[in-house]
């Protein structure tokens, strides 16, 4: 039996190798196909959709043929660096002149961004893997993209983050975060007049997998302003702020302040049916009924983040889809629940001239069956209908009774107009807050929200978090306190906690009941699916330890340098790796445990620990968090020439004798250890050159001098100097990029 066995595991693993490499092939443009390609034809749809009317009869045709064409290419170079010119020129002169082939057409800067640092290229992703031509062009993005200088995203995907109006100073949260695009492009906004601004960016995901790759996506942008936590959007806690000075000596037991965020962007989970274009498998597979069941879900997402909106605060809702199921009925259900005198609906026509868009509508249809026959015009018809008793739809599904809603003023994206992928965005402001405080008495109050409290604690039980008892009660309102700041965050109504029963309903929980006062019954046991993380700490001067002396002693750290921003994972000892936060992002981590608020990533890594090599130094620089500390440094800084460093760029490591005579003096001066390379290149320089002053981090060993950085980035800096990476160095290893698509949101949860 056991041979047996045995014979019919080797025959199943020679079979996946054969399918993975079929697969393989066709994926590389092969002779071989693995798959079939799906029909681009799908009755419901198009009937569906004309029933609705969002496409003007005489551009139906249009429409149509659009979203069976192959998506342009479209990426985002990084703009708050001064590199953005730089490498354009670099691109168009490298890859786009001299002999290349005329059926390639070059990329044209994206007119409506401002700034023009979006690019689109009438090619799809097939096409630039498989063209020859185009290799090294493919090339260059990939490393690019491994550098954080380009962002490979979908057009429609960058118009939510710019109607934000990001400033900063602004607390920024992005409710449903992966992959992380947009929240990169809410990180360069903040940062667009300073490594260090004073506000803060929260990137959120309920999946903790997808919270790991968004964190992988996001360092490269090297923020300090930048929190990752990993929460159901729906319940997604309140967070502890200190408690200021004069309130702390005043009573006997303060309650601590909460964060309230001067913009929210709510990117919801959908069902994508506007990313046709790429995700050919909607194609197969869509139905009308699949928007009515994540309507509850998208509706109590943004009911949960206006919860959490600032009094004059702005706020983005957003999807993937062209229903209005999943759009005008989730903004007309948030109006109608909060109330016309609180919310406001922002006029954005004038926004990002020479975008093509169409207004949203007033009224649609809802429909029940999967041939998209039975529709309905109101929650009255459809109840006065003998429709089978097990369809249920909830009223919030249908147009608004009321005329004053302006959902006119909502933006949908058509992927004919601009040649893109579709898009629907809503911009909302915050005029008053909403609270339960407003209804009830403070004893009402404090029972509500225990109730809720009990309502997230069994939601989260339900997932099978905390398995080992040690995740506490997360918060779903404010806890009682005074103060318009605070009643912004709490839940007008509390009692059954919509947004909880919404989550549970979706994920496979039992629906709660609390009658008579009854509280939640007891939830089963399930495995555990994520977060066993330890807590950041901040390290102190004196706890500091190596940490503190290569800073202080060896790299001559200024006082300038706040040494309480660097913190480390609590289990390491005296930390294998160092990050450096704001002070915003500080009082965050040090008032919210992980019992509260689970922090995946905080900060940007500046400082690794390096096994002992006769070096003095016990920490080496990361380059990725290299512009935050040099500014502070005195020592271990060797300014180098333009020739000097395209050298060290191309051989990555030179003996002492080599090197040239200024350089191997100063070298003489520096111990065994990490270093940094400083240089100012020219400003005119053939080719695109003069990026501006950079540094690389280095090592000096006994007999050679390396550069310490990745190949992407030699190749990245070789650019900068005004050479061609590809005529000097061998073909890179293409790397892996997590792509960052609208696609990962389809049907997963907040």
């Given at each position: 039996?056991?041979?047996?066995?045995?014979?019919?595991?080797?025959?199943?693993?020679?079979?996946?190798?054969?399918?993975?490499?079929?697969?393989?092939?066709?994926?590389?443009?092969?002779?071989?196909?693995?798959?079939?390609?799906?029909?681009?034809?799908?009755d419901?749809?198009?009937?569906?959709?004309?029933?609705?009317?969002?496409?003007?009869?005489?551009?139906?045709?249009?429409?149509?043929?659009?979203?069976?064409?192959?998506?342009?290419?479209?990426?985002?170079?990084?703009?708050?660096?001064?590199?953005?010119?730089?490498?354009?020129?670099?691109?168009?002169?490298?890859?786009?002149?001299?002999?290349?082939?005329?059926?390639?057409?070059?990329?044209?800067?994206?007119?409506?961004?401002?700034?023009q640092?979006?690019w689109?290229?009438?090619?799809?992703?097939?096409?630039?893997?498989?063209?020859?031509?185009?290799?090294?062009?493919?090339?260059?993005?990939?490393?690019?993209?491994?550098?954080?200088?380009?962002?490979?995203?979908?057009?429609?995907?960058?118009?939510?983050?710019?109607?934000?109006?990001?400033?900063?100073?602004?607390?920024?949260?992005?409710?449903?975060?992966?992959?992380?695009?947009?929240?990169?492009?809410?990180?360069?906004?903040?940062?667009?007049?300073?490594?260090?601004?004073?506000?803060?960016?929260?990137?959120?995901?309920?999946?903790?997998?997808?919270?790991?790759?968004?964190?992988?996506?996001?360092?490269?942008?090297?923020?300090?302003?930048?929190?990752?936590?990993?929460?159901?959007?729906?319940i997604?806690?309140?967070?502890?702020l200190?408690?200021?000075?004069?309130?702390?000596?005043?009573?006997?037991?303060?309650?601590?302040?909460l964060?309230?965020?001067?913009?929210?962007?709510?990117?919801?989970?959908?069902?994508?049916?506007?990313?046709?274009?790429?995700?050919?498998?909607?194609?197969?597979?869509?139905?009308?009924?699949?928007?009515?069941?994540?309507?509850?879900?998208?509706?109590?997402?943004?009911?949960?983040?206006?919860?959490?909106?600032?009094?004059?605060?702005?706020?983005?809702?957003?999807?993937?889809s062209?229903?209005?199921?999943?759009?005008?009925?989730?903004?007309?259900?948030?109006?109608?629940?909060?109330g016309?005198d609180?919310?406001?609906?922002?006029d954005?026509?004038?926004?990002?001239?020479?975008?093509?868009?169409?207004?949203g509508?007033?009224?649609?249809?809802?429909?029940?069956?999967?041939?998209?026959?039975?529709?309905?015009?109101?929650?009255?018809?459809?109840?006065?209908?003998?429709?089978?008793?097990?369809?249920?739809?909830?009223?919030?599904?249908?147009?608004?009774?009321?005329?004053?809603?302006?959902?006119?003023?909502?933006?949908?994206i058509?992927?004919?107009?601009?040649?893109?992928?579709?898009?629907?965005?809503?911009?909302?402001?915050?005029?008053?807050?909403?609270?339960?405080?407003?209804?009830?008495?403070?004893?009402?109050?404090?029972?509500?929200?225990?109730?809720?409290?009990?309502?997230?604690?069994?939601?989260?039980?339900s997932?099978?978090?905390?398995?080992?008892?040690?995740?506490?009660?997360?918060?779903?309102?404010?806890?009682?306190?005074?103060?318009?700041?605070?009643?912004?965050?709490?839940?007008?109504?509390?009692?059954?906690?919509?947004?909880?029963?919404?989550?549970?309903?979706?994920?496979?929980?039992?629906?709660?009941?609390?009658?008579?006062?009854?509280?939640?019954?007891?939830?089963?046991?399930?495995?555990?699916?994520?977060?066993?993380?330890?807590?950041?700490?901040?390290?102190?001067?004196?706890?500091?330890?190596?940490?503190?002396?290569?800073?202080?002693?060896?790299?001559?750290?200024?006082?300038?340098?706040?040494?309480?921003?660097?913190?480390?994972?609590?289990?390491?000892?005296?930390?294998?790796?160092?990050?450096?936060t704001?002070?915003r992002?500080?009082?965050?981590?040090?008032?919210?445990?992980?019992?509260?608020?689970?922090?995946?990533?905080?900060?940007?890594?500046?400082?690794?620990?390096?096994?002992?090599?006769?070096?003095?130094?016990?920490y080496?620089?990361?380059?990725?968090?290299?512009?935050?500390?040099?500014?502070?440094?005195?020592?271990?800084?060797?300014?180098?020439?333009?020739?000097?460093?395209?050298?060290?760029?191309?051989?990555?490591?030179?003996?002492?004798?080599?090197?040239?005579?200024?350089c191997?003096?100063?070298?003489?001066?520096?111990?065994?250890?990490?270093?940094?390379?400083?240089?100012?290149?020219?400003?005119?320089?053939?080719?695109?050159?003069?990026?501006?002053?950079?540094?690389?981090?280095?090592?000096?060993?006994?007999?050679?001098?390396?550069?310490?950085?990745?190949?992407?980035?030699?190749?990245?800096?070789l650019?900068?100097?005004?050479?061609?990476?590809?005529?000097?160095?061998?073909?890179?290893?293409?790397?892996?990029?997590?792509?960052?698509?609208?696609?990962?949101?389809?049907?997963?949860?907040?």
């Open positions: 039996i056991l041979l047996l066995n045995r014979g019919m595991g080797r025959k199943k693993c020679k079979k996946q190798r054969q399918q993975q490499q079929q697969r393989s092939t066709a994926w590389s443009g092969g002779a071989a196909t693995a798959y079939e390609e799906s029909p681009k034809e799908n419901q749809f198009e009937r569906y959709y004309k029933l609705q009317g969002i496409v003007p009869e005489d551009e139906w045709d249009a429409f149509m043929h659009s979203l069976r064409q192959a998506l342009p290419l479209a990426f985002r170079l990084v703009g708050y660096r001064n590199k953005s010119q730089l490498l354009s020129a670099r691109m168009l002169s490298d890859y786009f002149e001299g002999d290349t082939p005329a059926a390639c057409p070059r990329p044209q800067p994206v007119q409506w961004y401002p700034g640092i979006a689109q290229h009438a090619i799809s992703r097939a096409e630039i893997r498989s063209n020859p031509a185009l290799a090294k062009y493919h090339q260059f993005l990939l490393g690019e993209a491994e550098c954080g200088n380009v962002v490979r995203q979908e057009l429609v995907s960058m118009i939510p983050p710019l109607l934000l109006d990001v400033q900063p100073e602004h607390a920024v949260l992005d409710m449903c975060a992966s992959p992380g695009s947009k929240t990169h492009q809410l990180i360069e906004l903040l940062h667009r007049d300073s490594l260090t601004p004073p506000g803060v960016v929260v990137a959120n995901d309920s999946s903790n997998p997808r919270c790991y790759t968004m964190t992988h996506n996001l360092k490269r942008h090297a923020s300090p302003c930048l929190v990752v936590t990993n929460h159901n959007g729906v997604f806690p309140n967070i502890h200190p408690i200021p000075a004069a309130a702390a000596g005043s009573a006997a037991d303060p309650q601590p302040p964060l309230v965020y001067d913009r929210v962007l709510c990117d919801v989970p959908c069902t994508g049916d506007a990313t046709l274009r790429k995700n050919l498998a909607i194609w197969r597979r869509w139905q009308c009924k699949n928007a009515n069941s994540l309507h509850r879900l998208q509706l109590a997402i943004l009911k949960r983040a206006l919860h959490l909106l600032k009094v004059g605060g702005r706020l983005v809702y957003s999807t993937c062209f229903n209005p199921v999943e759009n005008e009925a989730v903004i007309a259900a948030a109006l109608t629940h909060f016309e609180n919310l406001r609906i922002e954005v026509s004038a926004c990002l001239p020479g975008l093509k868009r169409c207004a509508v007033r009224s649609w249809k809802v429909c029940v069956d999967e041939s998209a026959r039975s529709e309905f015009e109101s929650y009255a018809q459809f109840k006065s209908s003998d429709c089978p008793p097990h369809i249920k739809l909830q009223p919030t599904l249908f147009p608004p009774v009321s005329s004053t809603l302006n959902l006119n003023r909502c933006v949908r058509l992927p004919h107009h601009n040649d893109s992928g579709g898009f629907f965005v809503a911009v909302l402001t915050k005029l008053h807050h909403f609270s339960a405080r407003k209804n009830g008495t403070a004893a009402a109050t404090r029972a509500a929200d225990s109730t809720c409290e009990a309502a997230a604690a069994n939601a989260r039980q997932q099978g978090e905390g398995r080992d008892g040690a995740a506490a009660e997360e918060e779903v309102v404010a806890p009682g306190l005074d103060g318009d700041e605070n009643e912004d965050i709490g839940d007008d109504d509390c009692t059954a906690g919509e947004d909880v029963q919404a989550a549970e309903e979706l994920e496979g929980a039992e629906g709660l009941s609390f009658e008579s006062g009854a509280g939640p019954p007891p939830a089963k046991a399930g495995r555990f699916v994520g977060f066993k993380e330890d807590p950041f700490v901040f390290i102190t001067e004196e706890e500091g330890g190596a940490a503190v002396e290569t800073l202080k002693h060896h790299f001559g750290a200024a006082h300038s340098l706040r040494l309480d921003l660097l913190l480390k994972r609590q289990s390491c000892g005296s930390g294998k790796r160092l990050y450096m704001s002070e992002v500080k009082h965050i981590v040090e008032n919210n445990d992980n019992s509260r608020v689970k922090i995946i990533h905080a900060g940007t890594m500046v400082l690794e620990r390096r096994p002992m090599d006769g070096s003095e130094l016990q080496r620089l990361v380059q990725d968090g290299l512009p935050l500390l040099l500014p502070h440094l005195t020592k271990r800084v060797l300014p180098v020439s333009n020739g000097q460093m395209k050298q060290l760029l191309i051989q990555e490591a030179i003996v002492f004798d080599k090197l040239e005579p200024e191997r003096l100063q070298l003489q001066y520096i111990s065994v250890g990490s270093l940094v390379l400083q240089l100012t290149p020219p400003t005119e320089q053939p080719g695109g050159g003069g990026g501006g002053t950079f540094a690389i981090c280095a090592w000096k060993g006994n007999q050679a001098l390396r550069i310490y950085i990745k190949d992407a980035e030699r190749r990245h800096f650019r900068v100097c005004g050479v061609n990476p590809d005529s000097e160095l061998p073909a890179p290893k293409l790397p892996t990029i997590h792509h960052n698509d609208t696609a990962d949101k389809i049907n997963s949860n907040s």
